[in-house]
């Protein structure tokens, strides 16, 4: 995960440059597609805290180099933010003491003035050689088992208190809560200004005088207004996840599957192989690629079904199948091989994996192909071929039956 979130920043970086990486990771719908690249669990709250600790690890080898800096992370991590941001301004020369502040601001912002009965545990501040960031937080209700996932970006950003946020992301929560941030509690916020300006007789005699509000309290943040911007695209909802551990077809655009599929059949193998010149790439690396080149190349409209990423590399818990480790093999390879030599000044290879994503888009409207459960009971039967793992370890034959079952005739079966 840390090498494939590396090349992946380092594609992005080539060819969009750095600003463009803080805006993808301020984008809700995106952090979690790539967290389901990677082959994280596509459907849980770790993949905030893998793809922060992937890329954390995966840059810190090429950050003075790339200009962006990855700070923070989960529990204790998170505690040591601001001093990892006063040694990135000692290497870049960035305000040190106004990153610092900046980062306990937005955390005190989202564990203090945004009341939702969510703890923050998780506190990442990705910050680039210029000085410009993203912040990317998450708290956790144990009682509900619901996490909830909180994106800043400096970019476009005119107040910590009014409207901050590119995206406040999770279920909703059932109750009340009070979000002082919103750009419609402005009165509030100075009311609470000018109570503590006039000392505590004042607060006292209103807490004695305090009367039921009139008012509907509010229930839900995700009807409200979001600052605009870059990172959030109007076409998108929400994003929430579900509970159920599997990936179901109702989780994946089917359409969009498809056009992948094609465009990774329509490279054809033996020209993309000859192009990036490195052996043993096949048509199952290329669906891959063209995943990942999605990733990097992708519109943000595109990202509004993050679990279809998961039909990458599958998954570290086996949903939706183990991960392939000979096809993600075969995937760095092919990327560290193109961005290597873009950054030369060679970018043939990495104009072959961008043209992957242009072809999907262009076929989808036209193709067809294996429905999503089809797809995933192929990839479960070749799991043991493709050296498939899991954190509970190797893939395993399946019986004749289960064999049977996940055949290919089940793929054909469903064409459309």
């Known amino acids: 995960m840390a090498r494939l979130g590396r090349i992946i920043v380092e594609a992005l970086v080539v060819e969009f440059g750095r600003d463009e990486v803080l805006r993808r990771l301020a984008h809700p719908f995106w952090f979690q597609s790539l967290g389901c690249v990677m082959g994280m669990d596509w459907h849980s709250s770790g993949i905030t805290t893998s793809v922060v ?10 950050q003075d180099e790339l200009g962006i800096y990855v700070c923070g992370g989960r529990g204790k991590h998170s505690l040591k933010t601001p001093e990892e941001l006063i040694e990135v301004a000692c290497r870049t020369g960035v305000p040190g003491d106004t990153l610092a502040r900046t980062s306990k601001l937005v955390a005190k912002v989202d564990s203090a003035a945004v009341q939702d009965g969510f703890q923050l545990y998780l506190h990442a501040f990705v910050v680039a050689a210029d000085g410009k960031w993203t912040v990317v937080q998450q708290g956790m209700d144990p009682a509900q088992k619901l996490a909830r996932r909180y994106h800043w970006l400096s970019e476009g950003l005119e107040s910590f208190v009014d409207d901050p946020h590119t995206a406040i992301e999770g279920q909703a929560r059932v109750g009340a809560l009070r979000n002082l941030v919103d750009g419609r509690a402005s009165a509030c916020r100075d009311a609470s200004v000018d109570v503590v300006h006039s000392g505590p007789d004042r607060a006292l005699d209103a807490i004695r005088d305090v009367r039921p509000a009139r008012v509907r309290p509010q229930t839900d943040l995700f009807d409200l207004p979001s600052r605009s911007g870059p990172a959030r695209d109007a076409a998108h909802h929400h994003l929430v996840m579900p509970f159920h551990h599997d990936v179901r077809p109702k989780d994946v655009r089917e359409r969009r599957l498809h056009a992948t599929l094609a465009a990774a059949a329509e490279s054809g193998c033996e020209t993309f192989e000859e192009l990036l010149l490195v052996p043993g790439v096949g048509p199952r690396t290329l669906e891959s690629l063209a995943m990942v080149s999605e990733i990097i ?29 000979a096809v993600y093999d075969q995937t760095l390879n092919v990327m560290r091989s193109a961005v290597d030599a873009a950054r030369l000044g060679n970018d043939d290879k990495l104009a072959a994996i961008r043209r992957l994503d242009d072809q999907a888009r262009s076929v989808e409207p ?51």
């Open 53 to 62: 600790g992937a890329l954390k690890r995966g840059l810190r080898p090429v």
């Open 297 to 325: 190349y992708g519109a943000p409209s595109r990202f509004s079904d993050p679990a279809r990423f998961s039909l990458a590399h599958g998954g570290k818990d086996g949903a939706p199948f183990p991960v392939p480790l």
């Open 366 to 416: 036209f193709v067809s192909g294996p429905g999503v459960q089809a797809y995933i009971d192929h990839n479960k039967r070749m799991s043991p071929h493709y050296r498939g793992r899991t954190v509970f370890g190797w893939a395993r034959e399946f019986t004749a039956e289960e064999a049977e079952a996940a055949s290919p005739g089940g793929v054909s079966e469903q064409l459309a």
